[in-house]
């Protein structure tokens, strides 16, 4: 049997975001502005049956795919809304799920770190070279969830509320990962709106 674990739909991938993902797409790059839908199941194998759905039903592009063992992840992209929506509705209906079957997501980690200094700057910065990088005295916050796929909406929700830099969006695995940066007052508030969106996510 093939579980839902995170579906969730962005209107409109905000500049950084687009960007990032583009960097690490094996796919089809999506740019700003691009509806976005990203799936997971398990086990994963299953996802190249609901990649080659989407992909036959609709105009949308592959943007990636990730198969590991338990879990197996794709994301769509498309600038008209209405085909993403589609490929989402073709999904769920082959899955013979609704929204209210995938999975919640449970914040495993939170945190705001604040006025970070050189020496650790430094080190993150050498960890994650896909995204921008965190400057000394910035203030930073970390957010781990499962399933790992909600991440994405979460950071686009947070580049969305305020302006801040996004330094690393881990979307797979067991565990998802959202590092970002900037000012203290726009930490918190992208904080703010990265936790709404996971607690709270997209499906339409």
């Not at 969730?8 to 950084?16: A, F, G, M, N, T």
């Not at 209405?82 to 799920?97: F, K, M, Q, T």
């Not at 305020?162 to 970002?180: C, H, K, M, P, Q």
């Amino acid at each position: 049997m093939v579980k839902l674990r995170t579906y969730v739909y962005i209107d409109s991938l905000q500049p950084q975001l687009a960007e990032y993902m583009a960097s690490v797409s094996q796919g089809f790059p999506p740019v700003p502005g691009d509806a976005c839908l990203w799936m997971e199941v398990s086990p994963g194998m299953a996802i190249h049956r609901y990649t080659d759905i989407a992909l036959k039903a609709t105009r949308v592009n592959l943007t990636q795919q990730v198969v590991e063992r338990t879990f197996g992840s794709m994301v769509v992209h498309h600038r008209d809304q209405s085909d993403v929506r589609e490929a989402g509705r073709i999904l769920l209906s082959s899955l013979g799920a609704s929204l209210s079957d995938r999975q919640a997501c449970h914040i495993a980690w939170q945190e705001i770190i604040r006025g970070m200094t050189a020496e650790h700057t430094v080190l993150i910065n050498r960890q994650h070279r896909g995204g921008s990088m965190i400057l000394p005295g910035e203030s930073m916050f970390i957010l781990e969830a499962d399933p790992a796929g909600y991440i994405v909406y979460a950071a686009n929700q947070a580049e969305k509320a305020a302006n801040i830099t996004l330094i690393d969006v881990r979307a797979v695995g067991a565990y998802g990962r959202l590092t970002l940066s900037g000012r203290e007052a726009d930490v918190e508030e992208a904080a703010a709106a990265a936790i709404n969106a996971v607690q709270n996510p997209s499906g339409t």
